[in-house]
Structures are given as C-alpha cells and as structure tokens.
C-alpha cells in the first residue's frame, strides 16, 4: 500500500504544480476581484429574462423574448438537467474560479493525461502540459470571455488520448475515456471546437487506417473503429438535447439556407454568407506569431502603449503614429497572437526530423491541414472547396479559430521529439545535420527577421494603406497649393509607422532567437554528455514557461481584474430605464440607437430589445434588419445628430412600418434621458381587414415595406392557404394580452365576426402552439416574421405554448442514455476493482 502511495507521489505532486501554477497566474482571484470578460458579459444580458423566469417560477424556458424580437434559448441558456456530463464537468472543476483558475488547471491536466497516455515520461509530461497550456491563445480567449470555448478546447486532449489508447493499447478502456471525455467536451457546448476536434480524429483515423492496410490489420482497425463509434454515440446521446434543438433551429438561423432568392451568379447554399464567414481568416504571415509573438504587430492595440516603439519615430510624426494600431495584420482587429513558443517550436522541427512512430505523419498532416483552414479568404481554392461542399463546414465563422488544432499538434510532436532525443542522444549526434536544420528554419529565421525585417514584412497592412492614401487625396485636393507639403507629410507618416513597428518585430524576434538558442544549446550538451537529463528538464521547463508566462501576461495580467462591484455594474439601471420601466405594458419592445443596436445586449438585460446581441439569430429576422431595420437606426440617428430634437424623430417613426409592427414602443436616443415614445406602434395584438397576398419570401419582405399593415398583413398563400381571400368589411371586437411569461401568451378576444389577427411575436414553427380555449389551432406566419391567427367569433381564450418535440424527446433520451453511461462507468469501476 505505501509502495503504491509512493508511485502516486509525481502524479500528485504535478496536481499541485498545476494548482500552484494556475493560482499564480490568477492571483487577483485571492484577493475576491473578477476578471471583465467581454463574451461573459454579453452571455449575462441576453439569459437575463430566462434566469429570471426559472428563479421566480423554478420552471424552464426554451424561448426568450429578450432581443430581435424574441427566439429560442438553446444557445443562450440550453437545459442540461438530464446530461450526466453536465455534472461530471462541476466535478472535474475541483470548485475553482470558474472563469479563470479552473480552466488554466484543465488545459494542463488535460493536455499531461494526454501526454501520460503515449507512453511518455511523468517529468516530461508535466512540462509539455505547461507549454499546451500557457499557448497565448488559450489565454486571450479567457480574457475575450469565451469560456465554453475555453473548457472545450482543454477537453480535446484527453479525447484524442481515448481514441489513441484504443488504437496502440485497449480498445475497451480507450472506448470508455473516449465517451467520458467527448462527452464532457460537448456538454461545454462549442460545437465549432468539437467540429475541428472531430476533423483531426478523422486524420488520426485515416493515418491507423493506412497502417492498417500495410500492415494487414484491417480487421484489427476495424473492430477498434467500431468500438470508437460506440462511444462517440454514447458521447452524442446524453448531449442529445442541446445538439438535436441546435441542429433543428439551425436551418431557420442565420446559419441555415435563406428564403430569398440570391442574386444572379452567386452560389445557393445552406450556412452563413460567405464574406461573413471568412472575415476573420488568419493572413498566411500571421501564421508566423507560433515563432514570433509580434511577427504581425501583436494585438490591436496603440503603439502608443509602447515606450521603445515610439521612441524611434520622428518628433513631428510621435502623437499620429502613437494612436495607430501595433497590429497590422489582415484582420480588422485582433486580441493578440496564436504564439506556441519559440522553443516549442524548435521542438516541433526536432520532432518532425528524429521521431520515429508512426503518430508523426498524422501530426505534421494536421499542423498543415490547420493552416490551410484558418487562411481563409486568403487561400481560396482550398477555402472554397470546404465551404460549398464539406459537410457543416459554413455553418461556422472565425476559421482562424482552427488554429486550435495546430496549437494542440505543435506541442505534441515536439515532446514526442524531445522524448525521442532523451531516450537516443547517440542517434542526434550521428544525425547532427538534423538538428541544425531545426535550428536553421526556427532560431535562424528569428534572427532573420531581426536582421534583415522589411525584407520579409511590409508592415502596413492593405485595409490601412488604402484608408492612410484615401486621406492623403482628400487633403490634396482640399489644399492644391500644399500638395507637394501634403504628400511629404503622408509620406513619413507611413515611414514612421514602419520603422514604430520594425521596433516590435525585431525585439520579439530575437527574443525567440535567444530562447532557441539557449534551448538548443542545452539540449546539445545533454547530447555531448554535458548536461545530466535532470538538470536539461529543470532548465527547459524553466525557459518554457518563462516565454510563454512573459508573452500572455501581454494580453491577460493583474491590471485586467477589478472589483466584483465594478465588473457588476455593466447593467444598472440607467434613468432612461427607470423611465421604461415606469411606462411600458406587456409586449412593448425598446430600441436602442445611441449604440449598434444590433451588437448590445445591456438593453435585452431589462426589457424585450428589438435588437441584442447573438452568433445565431433566426434568418428571417436578419433579412429585416438588413432590409428595413438598420436603415430606420441611422435615419434616427441622423435626424437627432441634425436637428438634435427628439420630437422631431416622432413624425418620421409614423414611416418606418417594421419598427412599429414589431412594437417598437420606446426610442433610447442618451441612456440618462427620457427615451422617445413611439405613438405610432401597432400594440402586442390587432385585428386586420384583409390579407395581403404574396407568392414569395422576396414579395413578402418588400411587401411590408409599403403596404398598410394596421389593416393589412402581408401572407404568402401558397405556404398558408387558410388565410387566402380574407377580408371583412371593418375590424370589430378587441384582443389583448393578460398574461405573459417567455414561453406562454396569454390572450382574451370579443369579436362579433371571423377575424384574423397578427401578434408582434416571432413566427418559429418548431415548438410554438396556439390553443383556443384549449383546442389547438394553426398559427400562420404574416408580415415575414410574424405570427397571424385566424380567430372565430365570440369571447374566447388564446394561449400561445412554446413545446418543442425536439426539446421533450430529447430530454428522454439523454436521461435513457445517461443512465447507460452511469453503469458502464460502474461496470469498468467494478472490473477494475476486482482485478
């Protein structure tokens, strides 16, 4: 028994390196202050009203009201009370600061039970732990708040060491820890990471597969594939509400195939736009900041921050130059680089020269097919074929995001190098051209770019050098006279601009060239017999996380934390709030226009926003925004920035029909002032004469932008023929709303005749039903997004029910499967016991 605690002795002893590790560098958290996360922040506003209806009623709802009108909550705040791996994730938190502390500790114990599982030493697990984990990337995404992102891509390894433990060891127990460990990740509920993850298995699957077929052990491969698909399935089914709900609302979000028709020569397909999809892709030489942190400028923040920078630029040009961007880069703007390391990196090259398993090819295969992906826009052909014709593949922005698998495979295969020249130095020295070939292409170009830097950058990127000209030709034509001043100026401007961001680069870049070179060097006296492999350890696990502790706390440091009363202030109440509050009813909507209305979410937080904030709204929706809603926000704006009176804004709501039938009741122009009331809204409910016919989603979204949709409502009939011919000679009787919760509406209605009547509730058929008096009735989609009733005369109840089959079905079957989980952890528990 003592033989056996001693033998856990390293194992634990790492726990608390990771502990002590992840403390340190959070060490704000001690002190009971909080970390402002922007994402964080935004997830807050948009699951207020749903938080808010499960503490008041203890119920749950799948639908808020909160923003563009209102839409399902599956990826705002998903009901995982039937997923057994949504608890076993509380658990594997350890009851660490859940946004910070936590995840730090879970990218390294991850990443070392991945490293553990190949066979490779305790020692040097530990520290390729530590270099996974400190990558800047998995740290600027914590600050950036994209924490579910953050937990699942420390999820990642442990998967791939189910898969690879299966493959090289037990089928049987890699094919358990695979369905624990996938399961856990998708229970996170990222599904792009998972979606990349599942690319790179594929790779690892493919590469056993063509092994297999060398090596005759097809029938092996087979039966080990086979228990991996068992277990993914056993992974997918306790998640099965969340995915099957995200899959099914899909297709009607932005996300999905849209109902108008695209415009001549451009392609028809399912997913996001195109432009919008690849706006974030990484520029081919942004995949240089793995080496070299500032090889690109860095984050987009001002050169002014940096004393050395602007101490190089001329006097006359310091107060310019020091606003501009550090970055610059092909993106809009960025939080900073995808740096794995420079001695990480020499690794990676040593790993790629002297490993000899058969897990290198599948790992160099997938640091390129990573790049590949994350260039995006700017490596074409290949982007375009992924994203017309690879499965799912556009239903996901950001590509640069790809970048993950890289930063998983780059480490990877340098400890596997490492632990390659550890185990046979002699082999290092018989083929010393190989390392210094790794040196060459890792230490060399670092100190390339020092040396010799407009040689390989230009340092103004294409967006700025065409924004910087456009204002030189303004002022030019502004003052002909001074023309040849003007040019001058512009002209060292952007020579100044260079040399501010030469500064940068050449400081990072013989920065990796010293930590190469004191790496490399070490490791070659170990191989001369110079250096005891302990003390090698010791010293690279020093320089490891000396370069990448110094690179993150660039982009996440102590200065970011602030008190939790500070960080809890983003949504008090503001007088213009104070104001609403005092005036609204049930079903009135707020517009906010002093801000992007469409990218806010302070607004959802306390009323029902006609705007808000989300990745995935529902198409349609989106269409009026482009089409009408955007338009009213800057006619708005440019009313009061002109007249600066906001009664003056009154008479122009009166024209602008798809605000009015959405409700919008309140204008907030100055968050401390009175907001504008709009008199001119159509209400929660109204009766209308007639419909309007249409034959098409296109007639349909023009339509309401000039019929009159007080006594009218725009319906294509070919999709709703019940409304086809309606028409009465005046609107009798009276609806209301009487009660309202997120997911129930409650009307009462007189009316002496049939009538239909439209609600300024979204139109979404997978889950809403209408029941009058208890007796469900169709309900029919008016006015592009709305929903329309056909009613018969009388006094009658209405209730409108959001009940997703989906949803219900799902929470079935990921209980069944829950369970099924539970006993086969029981079972191999058991087993193990008993051995």
């Known amino acids: 028994m003592i033989d056996k605690l001693k033998s856990l002795l390293p194992y634990i002893g790492a726990l608390v390196v990771f502990m002590v590790l992840s403390f340190t560098y959070f060490s704000p958290v001690l002190e009971n202050k909080e970390l402002p996360q922007l994402d964080e922040t935004h997830a807050i506003g948009m699951a207020q009203e749903i938080k808010t209806f499960e503490s008041e009623t203890g119920g749950k709802t799948q639908w808020t009201n909160s923003m563009f009108g209102g839409m399902p909550a599956y990826q705002i705040k998903g009901d995982a009370s039937k997923n057994i791996f949504s608890y076993f994730n509380r658990f594997s938190r350890f009851g660490l600061p859940y946004k910070t502390v936590a995840i730090l500790f879970l990218y390294m114990l991850g990443f070392y039970v991945f490293l553990l599982s190949l066979k490779m030493d305790k020692w040097l697990s530990l520290i390729g732990a530590v270099a996974f984990a400190f990558g800047s990337y998995n740290l600027i995404i914590i600050i950036a708040g994209h924490i579910t992102k953050a937990y699942t891509i420390a999820l990642m390894a442990p998967v791939v060491a189910g898969v690879m433990f299966a493959y090289n060891r037990n089928k049987w127990i890699g094919g358990l820890f695979t369905t624990v460990a996938l399961g856990l990740q998708i229970a996170y509920n990222h599904v792009q990471i998972t979606y990349y993850l599942a690319m790179l298995v594929g790779i690892i699957v493919i590469s056993k597969f063509v092994y297999a077929l060398i090596e005759k052990k097809v029938a092996d491969f087979g039966k080990v594939t086979g228990v991996l698909v068992i277990a993914a399935v056993l992974a997918v089914l306790p998640n099965i509400t969340n995915l099957w709900t995200t899959y099914e609302y899909g297709k009607y979000s932005i996300r999905g195939k849209s109902d108008l028709q695209v415009a001549e020569g451009e392609k028809v397909h399912s997913g996001l736009d195109k432009d919008y999809a690849l706006a974030w892709s990484l520029e081919p030489k942004g995949t240089w900041t793995l080496l070299v942190p500032n090889a690109v400028g860095g984050a987009s923040e001002a050169i002014g921050n940096n004393k050395d920078a602007l101490k190089a630029v001329e006097q006359q040009f310091k107060e310019a130059v020091a606003g501009q961007s550090q970055y610059w880069g092909g993106r809009v703007f960025t939080s900073g680089p995808v740096y794995a390391g420079a001695i990480i990196c020499f690794l990676f090259l040593l790993g790629a020269f002297y490993f000899k398993g058969k897990d290198k090819w599948w790992l160099i295969v997938a640091t390129i097919f990573s790049f590949f992906l994350a260039w995006g826009k700017h490596f074409p052909g290949f982007t375009d074929f992924m994203f017309y014709h690879f499965p799912l593949y556009n239903k996901f922005r950001t590509v640069e995001m790809s970048m993950v698998i890289a930063s998983f495979t780059i480490p990877t295969l340098g400890f596997l190098g490492l632990k390659e020249v550890l185990g046979n130095p002699k082999l290092v020295k018989e083929e010393s051209w190989k390392f210094m070939v790794a040196f060459g292409l890792t230490g060399g170009i670092s100190l390339l770019f020092y040396l010799f830097p407009a040689?390989?950058?230009?340092?103004?990127?294409?967006?700025?050098?065409?924004?910087?000209?456009?204002?030189?030709?303004?002022?030019?034509?502004?003052?002909?006279?001074?023309?040849?001043?003007?040019?001058?100026?512009?002209?060292?401007?952007?020579?100044?601009?260079?040399?501010?961001?030469?500064?940068?680069?050449?400081?990072?870049?013989?920065?990796?060239?010293?930590?190469?070179?004191?790496?490399?060097?070490?490791?070659?006296?170990?191989?001369?017999?110079?250096?005891?492999?302990?003390?090698?350890?010791?010293?690279?696990?020093?320089?490891?996380?000396?370069?990448?502790?110094?690179?993150?706390?660039?982009?996440?440091?102590?200065?970011?934390?602030?008190?939790?009363?500070?960080?809890?202030?983003?949504?008090?109440?503001?007088?213009?709030?104070?104001?609403?509050?005092?005036?609204?009813?049930?079903?009135?909507?707020?517009?906010?226009?002093?801000?992007?209305?469409?990218?806010?979410?302070?607004?959802?937080?306390?009323?029902?926003?006609?705007?808000?904030?989300?990745?995935?709204?529902?198409?349609r929706y989106q269409d009026v925004i482009e089409h009408y809603l955007e338009k009213d926000w800057q006619t708005i704006i440019g009313m009061l920035q002109k007249q600066g009176d906001s009664s003056s804004v009154q008479q122009k709501l009166g024209e602008m029909p798809v605000l009015n039938m959405l409700n919008g009741k309140f204008i907030v122009y100055n968050p401390n002032a009175?907001?504008?009331?709009?008199?001119?809204?159509?209400?929660?409910?109204?009766?209308?004469?007639?419909?309007?016919?249409?034959?098409?989603?296109?007639?349909?979204?023009?339509?309401?932008?000039?019929?009159?949709?007080?006594?009218?409502?725009?319906?294509?009939?070919?999709?709703?023929?019940?409304?086809?011919?309606?028409?009465?000679?005046?609107?009798?009787?009276?609806?209301?709303?009487?009660?309202?919760?997120?997911?129930?509406?409650?009307?009462?209605?007189q009316t002496n005749q049939d009538q239909v009547a439209v609600f300024s509730q979204i139109y979404y058929p997978k889950g809403w039903k209408a029941y009058l008096d208890g007796k469900q009735i169709d309900i029919c989609r008016a006015n592009y997004i709305l929903r329309a009733v056909k009613l018969p005369s009388g006094s009658h109840d209405l209730v409108f029910k959001f009940e997703p089959g989906s949803y219900k079905a799902g929470q079935m079957l990921a209980l069944i499967s829950s369970l099924i989980v539970l006993l086969l952890i029981a079972f191999a528990g058991y087993k193990y016991y008993r051995k």
């Open 455 to 619: 040689a390989f950058f230009d340092f103004i990127s294409e967006m700025e050098l065409s924004a910087i000209l456009q204002q030189k030709q303004q002022y030019i034509q502004q003052n002909a006279a001074q023309a040849a001043q003007v040019g001058a100026y512009f002209d060292g401007l952007l020579h100044n601009l260079k040399v501010a961001r030469i500064v940068l680069l050449k400081a990072d870049a013989f920065r990796s060239f010293a930590f190469i070179l004191i790496a490399s060097a070490s490791i070659w006296f170990f191989v001369t017999n110079k250096v005891p492999k302990k003390y090698l350890l010791w010293g690279l696990g020093l320089l490891v996380i000396v370069d990448l502790w110094s690179v993150d706390k660039r982009y996440l440091n102590n200065d970011h934390f602030q008190s939790k009363r500070k960080v809890n202030q983003s949504f008090e109440l503001t007088p213009s709030d104070i104001a609403i509050n005092s005036k609204k009813a049930e079903g009135d909507r707020v517009f906010t226009v002093y801000k992007n209305p469409f990218n806010e979410v302070n607004t959802s937080y306390h009323h029902h926003s006609i705007g808000g904030f989300h990745g995935a709204k529902l198409r």
């Open 674 to 749: 009175e907001p504008i009331i709009n008199n001119n809204t159509l209400g929660s409910v109204w009766f209308v004469e007639e419909t309007h016919p249409v034959g098409s989603a296109d007639a349909a979204i023009d339509a309401i932008g000039y019929v009159d949709l007080k006594n009218k409502a725009v319906v294509n009939t070919e999709e709703f023929p019940e409304l086809n011919n309606y028409k009465v000679d005046s609107v009798a009787g009276n609806i209301e709303l009487v009660s309202y919760a997120p997911n129930k509406l409650e009307y009462k209605y």
